[in-house]
């Protein structure tokens, strides 16, 4: 064993002498092979570098077994390099590429349109604002033939490559490298990853893109990864540039052929897919590049026929389709927008709410609370209204109209025509105008009727309409004075009758009394915010109108209050808002009201401004039964106002009306401002509008929803009583106390003729003893005796202590008996004839005599009892 062990020890030994010595010997055969070529060459480092770079050595060195060999090393060690630099490049760009998150890529390409749609999904509008933007759909709303011309004119291989195709990159370096057309070599998911990532860098073609090519092929390949093909050919149709302002081949086709993607035949997918090489040259808009377009929509046929897409006939086809004649007229961004006022009001609130960036980037779908159905029919009433603008001469119209339920906008129109040069875009219906008289029940009445320490209002109560010039005026200018429309005064008038004629005296009162700082607030809680919110120096002016403006919407929202039993809700304008990805990032819910007055409050102004009696009492006349305030089976409360220049010239004019479902204001007026040189005193035009809208909303929109039947209208509150108070029965609050209603009671004699204070010349016969209530003024502080029915201030002019009272004469002539009226001072008015003290004739005296059958046979005693006109008696006797 030893010895075995030593054999294989030694034959190791001699196998590394071999090898040792073979090493040796070719080492010095080179040496010497050197030393021989050496001692060959020129003394001289010149003449001996120069002796070796003669061609005839170097291509024998480099077509020698030994410079293959240095060839071969110096390529390893380029390539090794080349690997080393890309690699590099790849570990040093990838590092800047984890916060783009490949795999959210189909986030990124979203819709930048915002879809507004009504409550019920109705499309209003599409807005795809002032720059580009895009419309996104799903792969299987695209079709086939889009997909198959993209591929052939943009990415041949695009189903082969896995992401970057190599071939592309040489064939696009070389071509660049020999000075050709400048191509980029990209893959369609490159393309992609440039729009979607690189957007502001694609513009960089030169070395300073280098980055950014590199960064796109390592987002390339992960791409390619993470999703199959005909999703990346869908993003990528999603994404591109159509020209102009259009990305998205949905824009596109629906701009130029006025179709969706899944609609689009062979000709025109080949056009679409020839403009995202150059969209800005290629714009089918761009009749400069018309010829351009349509040859490379000719080259797209071609590659899709040698792609086997489709065939040479069907190329054929679509190349002789006179594809630029089918393209749409260029529209602007507002066409075929409904309801364009309320959308674009719907849009500047979301912007304010949600960020102008959220907003303008898009994707948003927004269901507002407006109902097509009603806006509509709102815009038909102002269509037909138009025809009253002659009465006057004004030019503008606006209708808001607002749910009373949940304080939601279901209608807007805020001009005469949307479209209408100069003016018709401005939104009347949130502008800032002047209300008139129709913010009386709001400012002036609510607050009064609120429950209050000592004397508390009704209805029923009593407020004179007198010359109060000395405390409207107190500390104003020469010249002032307050009146009323009608330029008279009415003397002691209810509240009734005050708010349903539109009284200003008694309006004024009622701030005076209320305050003007606690009367305003009561205007803001329920739902006028904007009046007088610019104006600290409010005086009583503001109890009429003058001086603070409402914004028509939100003034319609606060009669909408008064409808919901004095309970505010906000103005809403959207159901839901979501973005791209379906996520609900605003929503509508249902508020709980807030307690602006008190429920008996409002419904005390309901009632009142819904009686066409109490209208018809002063002012209004026939007209109290008449269209808008008597709208045909729709309860509903009314209120007119109107502005006026300081020249006799109405400036503004209002119609209020509501429901308990559905509250509106109308105005009409000139959209500049000016006064109106006509007259609708009447409210003639606003009335028709009210009258025209409220009849079909309720009944046509409303009533099918269930949100509305026949004979509903506000609820009475508990704690509402009847009373009869100064001799006038209303309906008065829980609170009101008759006790503390200031009144002293007394009597007086009046004249039942003339119904005034009796004289010492009154007869008798026509005086009557009346108890009368002592009321002190609440504002004047004079006291006042009032009297149902009878005038407590002017004493009897219709008798004088000179009349004559009324006789006759009567004769018996025969068996008859004749009467000769001789009349006093006054017409006699009736008779009556008594024979022997019974009654056989009774009547109205109609001429100057009378005969009556007497029995001859009898002498009995005959009386004849007269009355006249002033109510002077008289017996005669026979």
């Given amino acids: 064993m030893v010895k075995r062990k030593s054999t294989k020890k030694s034959n190791n030994l001699s196998t590394y002498a071999n090898l040792a010595h073979r090493y040796k010997t070719k080492k010095d055969a080179k040496a010497r092979e050197k030393a021989e070529y050496l001692a060959k060459l020129p003394k001289d480092p010149v003449k001996r570098f120069f002796y070796r770079l003669h061609p005839k050595r170097v291509a024998k060195y480099w077509f020698s077994k030994r410079g293959l060999k240095t060839a071969l090393k110096i390529v390893g060690v380029f390539i090794a390099i080349v690997v080393l630099f890309i690699g590099g490049l790849f570990l040093y760009y990838r590092k800047d590429l984890d916060a783009i998150r490949p795999g959210e890529l189909a986030k990124k390409v979203k819709s930048t349109v915002n879809r507004y749609e009504d409550r019920n999904g109705v499309l209003l509008w599409e807005d795809k604002g002032n720059g580009n933007y895009k419309l996104v759909v799903e792969g299987s709303e695209i079709n086939k033939y889009m997909r198959q011309a993209t591929v052939?004119?943009?990415?041949?291989?695009?189903?082969?490559?896995?992401?970057?195709?190599?071939?592309?990159?040489?064939?696009a370096f070389f071509n660049n490298l020999g000075g050709g057309n400048v191509q980029?070599?990209?893959?369609?998911?490159?393309?992609?990853?440039?729009?979607?990532?690189?957007?502001?860098?694609?513009?960089?073609?030169?070395?300073?893109?280098?980055?950014?090519?590199?960064?796109?092929?390592?987002?390339?390949?992960?791409?390619?990864?993470?999703?199959?093909?005909?999703?990346?050919?869908?993003?990528?149709?999603?994404?591109?540039?159509?020209?102009?302002?259009?990305?998205?081949?949905?824009?596109?086709?629906?701009?130029?052929?006025?179709?969706?993607?899944?609609?689009?035949?062979?000709?025109?997918?080949?056009?679409?897919?020839?403009?995202?090489?150059?969209?800005?040259?290629?714009?089918?808009?761009?009749?400069?590049?018309?010829?351009?377009?349509?040859?490379?929509?000719?080259?797209?046929?071609?590659?899709m026929v040698e792609l086997g897409y489709i065939t040479k006939a069907e190329a054929k086809k679509a190349k002789e389709v006179p594809i630029l004649d089918r393209v749409k007229p260029e529209s602007n961004q507002y066409e075929n927008i409904k309801a364009p006022h309320f959308v674009l009001e719907v849009k500047k609130q979301l912007e304010s709410e949600l960020g102008v960036k959220t907003v303008r980037s898009g994707g948003l779908t927004i269901k507002t609370t407006l109902d097509l159905k009603a806006q509509e029919i709102a815009e038909q009433a102002v269509k037909d209204g138009q025809e009253y603008l002659y009465l006057s001469k004004s030019d503008n119209i606006a209708l808001s109209s607002v749910d009373t339920t949940t304080g939601q906008v279901i209608a807007m129109v805020g001009s005469v025509d949307y479209y209408k040069e100069g003016y018709?875009?401005?939104?009347?219906?949130t502008s800032p105008l002047e209300p008139g008289s129709s913010i009386k029940p709001i400012v002036d009445y609510a607050p009064l009727f609120k429950q209050r320490s000592g004397t508390n209002f009704g209805p029923g109560s009593v407020l004179r309409d007198e010359n109060i010039d000395s405390i409207y005026c107190a500390g104003a200018a020469g010249g002032c004075h307050v009146g009323n429309f009608t330029g008279r005064f009415y003397g002691d008038v209810t509240i009734r009758q005050a708010l349903s004629n539109s009284l200003n005296i008694p309006a004024i009162k009622a701030m005076y009394i209320n305050g003007t700082e606690d009367s305003i607030k009561t205007a803001h809680d329920l739902g006028d915010k904007n009046y007088c919110a610019d104006n600290n120096n409010a005086g009583l002016s503001s109890a009429i109108g003058g001086g603070c403006t409402v914004i028509p919407v939100e003034h319609a929202n606060a009669y909408a209050s008064f409808a919901r039993g004095g309970s505010y809700k906000p103005l809403a304008y959207t159901l839901e808002v979501k973005n791209f990805s379906g996520d609900v990032i605003k929503k509508w819910e249902d508020p709980k009201g807030k307690q602006a007055v008190d429920p008996q409050v409002a419904y005390m102004i309901s009632d009142v401004l819904h009686d066409p009696n109490a209208r018809a009492s002063l002012v209004w006349g026939s007209a109290s039964y008449g269209y808008g305030f008597v709208v045909p089976g729709v309860w509903t409360a009314t209120k007119t106002g109107t502005?006026?220049?300081?020249?006799?010239?109405?400036?503004?004019?209002?119609?209020?009306?509501?429901?308990?479902?559905?509250?509106?204001?109308?105005?009409?007026?000139?959209?500049?401002?000016?006064?109106?040189?006509?007259?609708?005193?009447?409210?003639?035009?606003?009335?028709?509008?009210?009258?025209?809208?409220?009849?079909?909303?309720?009944?046509?929109?409303?009533?099918?929803?269930?949100?509305?039947?026949s004979g509903d209208q506000p609820a009475k509150p508990d704690g509402i009583k009847t009373l009869t108070i100064n001799g006038k029965t209303d309906i008065w609050p829980s609170w009101f106390d008759a006790k503390y209603s200031g009144v002293k009671k007394s009597k007086m004699t009046f004249d039942t003729i003339s119904r005034k204070k009796a004289t010492s010349c009154t007869p008798d016969s026509t005086k009557?003893?009346?108890?009368?209530?002592?009321?002190?003024?609440?504002?004047?502080?004079?006291?006042?005796?009032?009297?149902?029915?009878?005038?407590?201030?002017?004493?009897?002019?219709?008798?004088?202590?000179?009349?004559?009272?009324?006789?006759?004469?009567?004769?018996?002539?025969?068996?008859?008996?004749?009467?000769?009226?001789?009349?006093?001072?006054?017409?006699?008015?009736?008779?009556?004839?008594?024979?022997?003290?019974?009654?056989?004739?009774?009547?109205?005296?109609?001429?100057?005599?009378?005969?009556?059958?007497?029995?001859?046979?009898?002498?009995?005693?005959?009386?004849?009892?007269?009355?006249?006109?002033?109510?002077?008696?008289?017996?005669?006797?026979?």
């Fill in 152 to 171: 052939a004119i943009e990415d041949k291989s695009f189903y082969s490559h896995h992401g970057v195709s190599l071939t592309g990159v040489a064939r």
């Fill in 184 to 303: 980029g070599g990209s893959t369609l998911t490159q393309q992609l990853i440039k729009q979607v990532y690189f957007s502001d860098e694609a513009s960089k073609r030169n070395a300073s893109g280098i980055p950014r090519k590199v960064k796109e092929m390592i987002l390339a390949i992960e791409v390619e990864r993470m999703y199959d093909k005909e999703q990346i050919i869908t993003l990528y149709l999603n994404e591109s540039p159509y020209g102009g302002r259009r990305n998205g081949v949905e824009s596109g086709a629906r701009t130029y052929f006025g179709k969706s993607a899944k609609d689009l035949d062979l000709a025109e997918s080949a056009l679409l897919a020839a403009i995202p090489n150059n969209p800005a040259v290629l714009d089918p808009y761009n009749t400069y590049g018309n010829d351009l377009l349509v040859k490379r929509q000719h080259t797209t046929l071609d590659n």
């Fill in 424 to 429: 018709g875009q401005t939104n009347a219906a």
């Fill in 643 to 709: 502005t006026e220049n300081g020249f006799g010239k109405s400036k503004d004019l209002w119609v209020a009306s509501y429901s308990s479902a559905i509250a509106t204001t109308v105005w009409n007026g000139n959209h500049d401002g000016s006064p109106m040189m006509g007259n609708d005193s009447n409210h003639v035009l606003g009335r028709h509008v009210v009258n025209d809208y409220m009849e079909r909303v309720h009944k046509e929109v409303y009533a099918p929803q269930g949100k509305w039947k």
């Fill in 768 to 878: 009557i003893e009346v108890e009368v209530s002592i009321i002190t003024d609440p504002v004047t502080k004079k006291d006042r005796t009032m009297a149902d029915g009878y005038d407590t201030e002017h004493e009897d002019d219709v008798h004088k202590c000179t009349d004559r009272k009324p006789s006759a004469s009567i004769t018996v002539n025969g068996t008859d008996i004749d009467i000769t009226f001789v009349p006093g001072s006054f017409t006699i008015k009736s008779y009556t004839l008594y024979i022997d003290g019974a009654q056989v004739s009774s009547g109205a005296v109609s001429g100057s005599s009378l005969s009556f059958p007497y029995p001859s046979y009898t002498n009995q005693p005959i009386s004849l009892r007269l009355v006249d006109e002033g109510g002077y008696e008289a017996t005669v006797k026979r």
